[in-house]
Each structure stands twice: as structure tokens, then as C-alpha cells.
């Protein structure tokens, strides 16, 4: 299940980051998996925690 979450995060994060050209934006991510996967609200903590990871690592990726 967590694996499950941990790729729907970064699916999400990049599509979002691909769409607007910059780090993916953590209200936009939890948004779009909120609404398809409302079971998570109560795993909502873990869930920000991870979008925060990912997107410092494109926040690197994209200075190198």
C-alpha cells in the first residue's frame, strides 16, 4: 500500500511539475490525490512529507 502512495505521489508531482515548467506544487499534488484517492486524508501527514522530499530533489535536479 505505502509503495502504492509513494508512486501515485510521484506521479503526480511530475505531471505537475512537466505541466508548469518548475517544482511541482504541494497543494496541487495533495489535491489531485486527495480527490482520487480519498482514503488517504487520514495518512495526510506522511503523504505532505513525501511531496516535500520529491520536490526538493527536483528543486536539485533542476539547478544542476
Request: charged share 20%.
Amino acid at each position: 500500500m505505502e509503495a502504492d502512495i509513494e508512486i501515485l505521489v510521484k506521479k503526480y508531482a511530475l505531471q505537475n511539475a512537466v505541466k508548469y515548467g518548475k517544482p511541482p506544487q504541494q497543494g496541487a499534488v495533495m489535491g489531485k490525490l486527495m480527490g482520487e484517492q480519498p482514503e488517504l486524508r487520514q495518512k495526510y501527514h506522511n503523504t505532505i512529507i513525501s511531496i516535500n522530499i520529491l520536490s526538493f530533489f527536483m528543486l536539485l535536479l533542476a539547478a544542476v
